[in-house]
């Protein structure tokens, strides 16, 4: 492995204002579409090499669609570009006085600086359940939880110990917004279409799936009619949902609620909350709750020349008093509006203020079931939803490519339910060998 000191960052001098971006998911991705590279050089630094399209990421953890139909490398997205610089780094910290970016392999200027970190996993400080819990944020959480699911099946089918097999066939999953909602639902068709034929000897009634949620309503960013309308689909899918519950603690084996109730399972999943990916360096007055608080420019307060755009940023106005939610559309927008703003700057024009145009909010439950809020207080359920949220997520994934992949495998699924990608790919048990060991020294 070559150590870190041998490499540095490697970016051509450049009389041209350089902008460096951080981050390279859907703010950093669409701003830089928008950035003409005759007149800025662009730097990407980003900790994946690749765009993922986290809305179908359920899909990749459920054996649905394989890993690359829904990311493309960034370098493939600007292979046409001579002046853009993409280095798959991570940033440790900011130093906004010297106006440079410090990475785990050397230090950058900056004439502009853009923060589009997005959010990670908050665990509200449980180290426990972080080390053995589930996340669902990136490609390989995807990979990671399809092989745990598959990786439980498997050896619920080699023992005869009800116990411990309970424990492999219940999941719990806590958190009841979009993905806790769409991975419940999936797993639940999962369970009706694809699981008691490639496991014949188990008995997929002992299968139990579980949305918990610490509010009262699942999907609660939608309005409460299509809360109703995805909890009564859920609930004819058979997930069991909890609501008002929160997760105490999680040892690898049973879940223990605040309220004391305990559920054996060797799988929760941890969809219960995010927080932003801030980064070192920057003046605690600029951040509030893991956002940094920007103006209608995107503007970090305090600074003229570094910006945050989607997830990572709060843009308070009368309409959205505590920032614009945290979803993909805030993200594109702002990402293409702060680029045409720094165009506007070069041509010595007015800056323009950022407005959010909120296209509405999609969710699946399963086959022929969604539900859709839509602008003007409309709301949509069932089959036409559903229509809706494959026409749109297939128009936002990015590349022919991928657009190809996603639709054949949906229009293959619609007539068989079929999912292809049942394939496990990690090491074989998860934190050590122990159930394996347990069983195998048991005889059972
Ligand atoms: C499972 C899941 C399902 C979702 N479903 C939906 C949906 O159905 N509809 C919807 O509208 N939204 C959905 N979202 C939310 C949506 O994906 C986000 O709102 C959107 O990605 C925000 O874009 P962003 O550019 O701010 O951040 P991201 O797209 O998350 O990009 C952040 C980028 O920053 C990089 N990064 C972070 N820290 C560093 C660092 N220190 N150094 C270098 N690089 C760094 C990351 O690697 C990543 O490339 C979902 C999200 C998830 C995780």
Redesign the pocket.
Known sequence: MLEMNKLSLNIPDTTKPRVVV???????VNLVKYLPEKDFQIVM????NYYGF??L??QVATAGLEPESIAEPIRKLFDDRHDFHFRFV??TDIDPTAKTVNTLIGAIKYDYLVI????QSNYFGNKQIEQKSFP??QLSDAVNLRSQLLQSFEQASMTRDKQIRQGLLNIVIAGAG??GVELAGSLAEMRQHILPKDYPGLDFREMNIYLVDGLDRVLPPLTPASSKRAHEDLEKLGVNIKLNKLVASYDGEIVTFKDGEQIPTQTLVWAAGVTG?T?EGMPAASVERGRYIVNQFNQIAGFEDIFAI???AVMKTDKWPKGHP????P?LQQGAHLAKNLVRQLRQEAWKPFEYFDKGSLAIVGRARAVADLPGNKSLGGFIAWVAWLFVHIYYLIGFRSKLIVLSNWVYRLFTYERGTRIIIRPLVRHDDKTVVELQSAGK
């Open positions: 951080i981050g390279g998911g859907f703010g950093g630094l980003s900790k994946q986290w809305p990421l359920y991570r940033v589009a970190t997005g959010t669902l944020k979009p993905t990916a980064i989607g997830d990572i945290q979803v993909a559309q993200a």
